[in-house]
């Protein structure tokens, strides 16, 4: 594997570990994500109470989908990548619109306080570009390389689910 599709392949991994984890936090407490959905008012009532109810399966679900694939059915990633990649973009477009619609609010993507600021939104564009390069690179005919990522690729993955989490609380 080249330095730059294990790079990408780590960050990639990286954001679906923090799907995962953001995914767990929001299943674990649904009144929370209600009521930060009331709190930044960007969705219609009846939408809020449903997408309380299901975000967190969803993006445990989608996370599951995504490391699964890669784990046991390899010759399906770039489809899980690629999902993985949609995923973000949409995130990170509703993470645009609620810093500039409002202001100070936060995003609630990981249990943070902090108000919705541009670092959360480069956050999940990363994730996105990462997730879509290597989907790109695994329909590639020569991507074995990229297909079976090894130990080392999931621990740096792992670091860098954790540097996501933490870089944008600094900020």
Same mark, same amino acid.
Do not use: D, K, N
């Given at each position: 594997?080249? #330095? %730059?599709?294990?790079?990408?392949?780590?960050?990639?991994?990286?954001? @679906?570990?923090?799907?995962?984890?953001?995914?767990?936090? =929001?299943?674990? =407490?649904?009144?929370?994500?209600?009521?930060?959905?009331?709190?930044?008012?960007?969705?219609?009532?009846?939408?809020?109470?449903? $997408?309380?109810?299901?975000? #967190?399966?969803?993006?445990? #679900?989608?996370?599951?989908?995504?490391?699964?694939?890669?784990?046991?059915? /390899? =010759?399906?990633? $770039? &489809? !899980?990548?690629?999902?993985?990649? #949609?995923?973000?973009?949409?995130?990170?477009?509703?993470?645009?619109?609620?810093?500039?619609?409002? /202001? !100070?609010? /936060?995003?609630?993507?990981? $249990?943070?306080?902090?108000?919705?600021?541009?670092?959360?939104?480069?956050?999940?564009?990363? %994730? +996105? +570009? @990462?997730?879509?390069?290597?989907?790109?690179?695994?329909? &590639?005919?020569?991507?074995?390389?990229?297909?079976?990522?090894?130990?080392?690729?999931?621990?740096? $993955?792992?670091?860098?689910?954790?540097?996501?989490?933490?870089?944008?609380?600094?900020?």
């Amino acid at each position: 594997m080249s #330095g %730059f599709s294990t790079l990408v392949t780590v960050v990639a991994l990286g954001g @679906a570990l923090l799907l995962l984890v953001a995914g767990v936090g =929001h299943a674990v =407490h649904p009144q929370r994500v209600r009521a930060l959905l009331a709190r930044q008012a960007l969705l219609p009532s009846v939408m809020q109470t449903w $997408a309380g109810r299901l975000l #967190g399966a969803t993006e445990v #679900g989608l996370a599951l989908m995504v490391l699964g694939v890669v784990l046991l059915a /390899p =010759h399906l990633s $770039a &489809a !899980g990548y690629a999902l993985l990649a #949609g995923t973000y973009l949409v995130l990170a477009g509703y993470a645009e619109v609620l810093r500039r619609r409002r /202001p !100070g609010t /936060p995003c609630g993507c990981l $249990a943070g306080a902090r108000s919705t600021g541009l670092p959360v939104v480069i956050r999940a564009l990363i %994730f +996105a +570009a @990462a997730a879509g390069s290597v989907a790109v690179a695994a329909a &590639a005919p020569q991507a074995e390389s990229v297909l079976r990522p090894g130990l080392e690729v999931w621990l740096a $993955a792992g670091v860098t689910a954790t540097a996501g989490w933490l870089v944008p609380e600094l900020f």
